[in-house]
């Protein structure tokens, strides 16, 4: 079992940026892969970012070159830095973990981020 609480999300400008994290409690953090979703208003969930237990990393095509998902596993947290922010990225982020050997997947409350002037 495992815990997410994630945090950073809010209002921003176009072009401007915004860095998520999401804290895990509760299990040991490395032998999850990490994820970050978003949702936006009559869309499905889709996967933006993710990164492995060993740090490998994987991004939609829409956020590539603009957002950074990296990990500390010392502090078990995910982050997600993004940059370069369009009106479309604005959704509901939401993290996840995936443990890598159960594939159980847990889920955080969600942040809202909205890109607009």
């Known amino acids: 079992q495992v815990q997410l609480v994630e945090s950073g999300g809010g209002l921003v400008q176009p072009g401007g940026s915004l860095r998520l994290s999401c804290a895990a409690s509760g299990s040991i953090f490395s032998i999850y892969a990490m994820g970050w979703y978003r949702q936006a208003p009559g869309k499905q969930r889709e996967l933006v970012a993710a990164?492995?237990?060993?740090?490998?990393?994987n991004y939609v095509d829409s956020v590539k070159g603009r957002f950074t998902i990296s990990r500390d596993n010392a502090k078990n947290t995910v982050y997600l830095q993004m940059n370069s922010l369009k009106p479309e990225d604005t959704a509901v982020y939401y993290c996840n973990a995936r443990h890598t050997i159960s594939n159980l997947r847990y889920w955080g409350q969600g942040t809202q981020v909205t890109v607009s002037s």
């Open positions: 990164i492995t237990s060993g740090g490998s990393t």
